[in-house]
């Protein structure tokens, strides 16, 4: 059963899905890069806080947990707002999502221009939290753009390139802050220091808010491969969102990738909130370098990720590719655990690289991974739950290792994080690739041949040429 429990016209969908004309769009790359720009605007806004901890914590005069719950109210808002957003992206599309989005992360960023003094933290909490709304926007898209827009030879590296923005944002959001708000003494210079990094975020996601609504639209005139052209042939009533979460929540494999996924994301999101903590204790006054660290991470990541998206678009080895990348997170996690307290930051340098690479890497294989498996349900539908679950491990992460770290030592609370990333390795060795969407294409390939039309070079889905506004 490629499509499960396929209603008694499906093969006749598929025949009419397998003479459609699937076409590229030109403006494909210009919507996953402007998806990308807005979504590294919105990352940025997530971790600038904790970067510079110990400077935030200084000026609002709070705790230094109070400042870890900026970044942790972006795992804790997405939980409960998951599902209205991926019903709306079900049900009104890509474009309005793509609108409310940009337009929050712009809101929010605004909205914190007004805690330019110590006393004003609950403004600056307020805009964290706008910006927390935005990214329920955001966060489960890269794989439903990647399906809707590009074709099936292409997907994995589009999902790449939409999480690739992301992650740029979370790889700026270490590097800058500790550049433009330097650790001075003087709260009026601290708090201009300050004003300047929130104009400059502010100015850059209106800008591309604008730009959202001059670009985005809800999917290009003809699908862009075989399973698209399937799932836009399907009558509309046919779809029921509870129906499509609850075969999800049926889907065993499904749920073992979803459980993986958190751990291993929940370990990225409680490293990257804590790392400044981590780094400062090591090494006092190297804040700079703590940002450079974390930017460390995140390049290397982007890298990885790239490779992996263009890596499954060559070879369709999801379930193999994911099991290593998984190994080798946990044992970058295990080196940089060791590491850390040795002395020389050029060695947490190089090791964190190593660590990146692997575990920020992973996270477009998560996504496309599910596509494969849950096909033809929407990516929207199980990126989100994917997402839901890095969140929840993200939060009990953050709050379990900051508490192991205070009372035991950073090598404690890494060793804490090794743990769930060794039972989310032996958890992923027991996935089927039960590649779905994969089968779509072929099968739909076959049934043009079968019904004598021969599929022309250019609007083939394995080797598209044809291009359309």
């Keep these: 059963g490629m499509v499960q429990q396929e209603p008694a016209g499906a093969p006749g969908e598929a025949a009419a899905a397998g003479t459609a004309e699937v076409r590229l769009s030109r403006r494909r790359w210009a919507v996953v890069l402007l998806f990308s720009s807005y979504s590294l605007c919105n990352s940025f806004q997530w971790i600038q806080y904790g970067s510079i901890n110990n400077v935030f914590t200084r000026f609002y005069g709070v705790s230094a947990f109070a400042v870890d719950w900026l970044s942790m109210s972006y795992m804790l808002t997405y939980i409960p707002l998951l599902f209205p957003v991926a019903w709306l992206l079900d049900k009104r599309g890509l474009r309005l999502i793509g609108l409310a989005g940009s337009a929050l992360n712009a809101l929010g960023a605004w909205v914190k221009l007004g805690s330019l003094k110590p006393h004003l933290f609950p403004v600056t909490v307020l805009g964290q939290v706008v ?3 935005a990214q329920v926007f955001i966060l489960g898209m890269p794989s439903h753009i990647a399906s809707v827009w590009f074709g099936s030879s292409e997907v994995s590296t589009a999902c790449s390139i939409a999480v690739f923005g992301n992650q740029l944002g979370i790889a700026m959001g270490f590097l800058v802050p500790p550049v433009l708000v330097p650790n001075v003494e003087d709260v009026e210079k601290l708090a201009y220091h300050i004003s300047i990094m929130f104009f400059m975020t502010a100015g850059m996601a209106t800008a591309l808010f604008i730009l959202v609504v001059i670009v985005f639209k809800e999917k290009p005139l003809h699908p862009p491969s075989r399973a698209q052209a399937l799932i836009q042939s399907r009558p509309t009533e046919e779809y029921s969102y509870v129906q499509s979460i609850l075969r999800l929540l049926r889907n065993a494999n499904f749920l073992l990738l979803m459980v993986t996924y958190g751990l291993n994301t929940g370990c990225f999101y409680a490293l990257s909130t804590l790392l400044n903590r981590m780094v400062i204790h090591h090494y006092p006054g190297e804040e700079v370098n703590a940002g450079r660290i974390g930017l460390t991470i ?29 190994i080798m997170s946990l044992v970058g996690m295990i080196v940089y655990t060791f590491t850390l307290s040795l002395g020389h930051l050029w060695v947490v340098f190089v090791t964190a690289g190593m660590l990146g690479f692997f575990m920020t890497g992973y996270l477009p294989l998560g996504f496309e991974f599910a596509a494969e498996l849950t096909y033809p349900e929407s ?13 929840v491990f993200g939060i009990a992460f953050t709050i379990g290792e900051g508490q192991i770290m205070d009372g035991f030592g950073t090598k404690a609370g890494n060793l804490f994080l090794c743990s769930f990333l060794f039972l989310g390795t032996v958890m992923t060795a027991f996935i089927k690739a039960d590649l779905r969407r994969q089968q779509a294409n072929l099968d739909n390939e076959q049934t043009v041949i ?20």
């Design 131 to 133: 910006c927390s709304l």
């Design 450 to 469: 079968a019904s004598g039309e021969r599929p022309e070079g250019p609007r083939s889905s394995s080797a598209p040429t044809g291009c359309s506004e």
């Design 298 to 326: 995140v390049l290397s990541g982007m890298v990885g990720a790239l490779i992996s998206g263009i890596w499954l678009d060559r070879t369709k080895t999801y379930k193999q590719t994911t099991l290593v990348v998984y």
């Design 379 to 391: 990516e929207g539908t199980s990126s989100g739950l994917l997402n839901v679950s890095a969140q």
